[in-house]
């Protein structure tokens, strides 16, 4: 597996890769790596490419400044070991430095249609932040495609909605949440939790499940449901953030839940905030 700091290296060596034929799957991550995260490499390999990137970069730009970037988990060796076991053929390692000019003033940004909800109303400047650290991994690594997160179902749908109107000549892959047995959708910050928090957040599947049980029995007022789910949040010992149902590839919010519609959950536990998803 190759290691690479320098953006100019990478660009270099992936411009050779595609050069020679070779098929380049891109996986962005911030690192802290867990299950979740090497589904996406698995989903790589299983698509047949020749050469796996995983980008480890905690980026700055989409963190608010009340947000957890400074203790955001970093443990780089453990990543690349995870990395290379998994069958990622390159890693790279940017420093915010050399990632972004003391002067950098370009940015890619959704106008808000996609983005003016959910984890874009609540974090400003986060999907601002995010498009242009895609974009520029888009442009520095050549990929043939990228693997995302249904984790983040918003993010995933902004990243889509960018290639097209972008014209990014790439395609996007997007691969199911990875869940511990608890249900307790896998994410960096679960390290965060305290056994009791870690307990309270269980409440987010569950009330995820719940709702896809119903779901199947036939369709039904959101309305209603959106307040009852609110409410099993908030007695779990959560501090509900958004219950929202929308339509699918739009993210324009629905009246009816139904077949097809995705349910996005987020709350805090304690200081942490969780998100989980799931498609009805
Ligand atoms: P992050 O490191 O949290 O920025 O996530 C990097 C990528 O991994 C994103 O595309 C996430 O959606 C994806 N991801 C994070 N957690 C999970 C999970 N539990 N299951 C599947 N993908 C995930």
Request: hydrophobic share 45%; with cysteine.
């Amino acid at each position: 597996m190759k290691t690479f700091n320098d953006p100019k290296k990478l660009q270099r060596w992936a411009a050779a890769q595609r050069l020679a034929g070779k098929k380049i799957a891109l996986v962005p991550t911030m690192g802290a790596l867990h299950e979740g995260h090497l589904s996406l490499i698995a989903a790589a390999k299983k698509k047949g490419a020749d050469e796996i990137v995983v980008s480890v970069f905690v980026n700055p730009t989409q963190f608010g400044p009340k947000e957890d970037y400074a203790q955001y988990p970093r443990d780089h060796k453990a990543d690349a070991a995870k990395c290379r076991a998994a069958g990622a053929t390159a890693i790279f390692f940017p420093t915010p430095e050399n990632m972004y000019a003391p002067d950098h003033s370009v940015w890619m940004v959704e106008d808000g249609a996609l983005s003016g909800s959910l984890c874009g109303a609540r974090r400003p400047g986060h999907f601002r932040g995010v498009c242009t650290v895609v974009a520029k991994l888009f442009n520095l690594t050549h990929p043939n495609f990228a693997v995302f997160g249904q984790k983040d179902y918003q993010q995933a749908t902004i990243i889509r909605r960018m290639v097209r109107d972008m014209n990014f000549d790439l395609e996007i892959v997007v691969a199911p949440i990875v869940r511990e047995p608890s249900g307790l959708a896998r994410s960096s910050r679960n390290a965060y939790l305290s056994d009791a928090e870690r307990e309270s957040a269980l409440a987010l599947s569950r009330a995820l499940q719940k709702l896809k049980k119903l779901t199947a029995e036939g369709p039904r007022p959101w309305k209603a449901l959106q307040r009852e789910t609110w409410i099993a949040l908030d007695r779990a010992g959560l501090r509900t953030d958004y219950v929202e149902a929308v339509n699918a590839d739009t993210l324009a919010p629905v009246r009816k839940l139904d077949k097809g519609v995705v349910v996005l959950l987020a709350a805090y536990a304690g200081k942490t905030r969780l998100i989980d998803n799931a498609v009805m």
